[in-house]
């Protein structure tokens, strides 16, 4: 599906004020954008069904790829949390990969190895020492990633905190699945369809995580909706 030039129609919605049209011919009279924030998004689409748009509310939710913390050795933890704790706050950080159509779904990766191989995992580290007599926060800024283009996609998430001399060790693997297989894989945290408007228009809202732009994120959507 191809993305076209941006352009705008008033809505009758909003009466007058502007939405974006960013899809193809098939459906550009349809999907209008009419919220579209850092993490909030609004749809209007016309003529369709609550069957359809349920569909796509579904796959927003779980049928999008992205990218989460899967794999994880701790190889030294001193601090007064668990390490099923640490685990699974890590498992929790919203991971931006810039290149991940590159990546190899964990699922369908030939290596068939729980850690992953070169193709379908992404190294990182967390090497952090408390070396101040105040509580040390440790956030997601200091997760080290050996490749350039992965990041977190929000800057100073706390994790947990070390006192004076604690520290924790982790390495660990990123891989690429959907929230089929765990919810932490789900890029939105929420999906909701508003009642019919009027005859075959629905309005659909979801809030994103960061990982993926909410535009980028509808098109996926669509895209799945009409060739599966």
């Known amino acids: 599906m191809e993305v076209t030039s941006f352009s705008t129609i008033p809505t009758q919605e909003n009466d007058g004020s502007k939405s974006s049209h960013i899809w193809g011919s ?21 003529n369709t069904t609550l069957y359809e748009m349920n569909k796509l509310r ?20 001193s601090s007064v949390l668990p390490d099923e704790t640490i685990v699974h706050r890590l ?9 991940m159509d590159d990546v190899t779904v964990m699922e369908d990766c030939v290596c068939g190895n729980e850690s992953g191989c070169k193709d379908c995992s992404l190294p990182f ?3 952090v020492t408390g070396r101040t007599k105040k509580r040390f926060e440790v956030t997601s800024d200091h997760l080290q990633f050996t490749r350039k283009n992965v990041k977190i ?15 924790v060790l982790i390495r660990g693997k990123i891989q690429k699945s959907t929230a089929k ?3 932490k ?12 408007l009027k005859k075959g228009a629905y309005r659909l809202s979801f809030e994103g995580i960061g990982q993926i732009e909410n535009k980028e994120l509808v098109r996926k959507a669509l895209h799945i909706l009409r060739h599966h």
């Not at 894989?185 to 019919?196: D, G």
């Open 125 to 127: 580290v967390l090497n």
């Open 185 to 196: 894989w789900s890029p939105v945290t929420s999906s909701i369809i508003i009642c019919e």
């Open 58 to 77: 579904r796959i927003l939710m779980s049928q999008i790829h992205t990218m989460s913390i899967e794999y994880i050795e701790i190889e030294r933890n």
């Open 181 to 183: 297989i765990h919810s």
């Open 26 to 46: 098939s459906v550009d009279d349809r999907v209008e954008i009419q919220t579209d924030k850092l993490h909030q998004c609004e749809l209007l689409i016309h």
């Open 91 to 99: 498992g929790l950080l919203p991971i931006y990969c810039q290149n």
């Open 153 to 167: 996609s929000k800057e100073r998430i706390p994790i947990f905190f070390l006192r004076n001399g604690e520290s």
